[in-house]
Nanobody
Framework: QVQLVESGGGLVQPGGSLRLSCAVS????????MDWYRRAPGKQRDLVAT???????NYADAVKDRFTISRDDAKNTVYLQMNSLNAEDTAVYYC???????????????WGQGTQVTVSS
């Protein structure tokens, strides 16, 4: 069955870094675009970063130049490297697999269960 399992979240101090991973199974990973979303407490779920099946990337303005999305098709895994973290980055982070013909704001696709990232001193 389809599975997306996020890992790598945790508590980090402001200015610190974390690397999230999302390991997928049950579908042809290399055929899908991958997204990272996040939901902060009391807020809507927001798109953070996108990587197409050919490796093109796009980022939300709030994380541009601080976060990097990447993928390893051999490992069926997508990553989110997060640097210079601040309190506003505190959220549950979700990965999502999406067929390319759907836009990034498409609400369907395959979703992971989320991983908590807390930025606090």
């Amino acid at each position: 069955q389809v599975q997306l399992v996020e890992s790598g979240g945790g508590l980090v101090q402001p200015g610190g870094s974390l690397r999230l991973s999302c390991a997928v199974s049950g579908f042809i990973f290399r055929s899908y675009d991958m997204d990272w979303y996040r939901r902060a407490p009391g807020k809507q779920r927001d798109l953070v970063a996108t990587i197409t099946n050919s490796g093109s990337t796009n980022y939300a303005d709030a994380v541009k130049d601080r976060f990097t999305i990447s993928r390893d098709d051999a490992k069926n895994t997508v990553y989110l490297q997060m640097n210079s973290l601040n309190a506003e980055d505190t959220a549950v982070y979700y990965c999502r697999a999406r067929k390319s013909f759907f836009p990034p704001n498409f609400t369907g696709g395959f979703w992971g269960q989320g991983t908590q990232v807390t930025v606090s001193s």
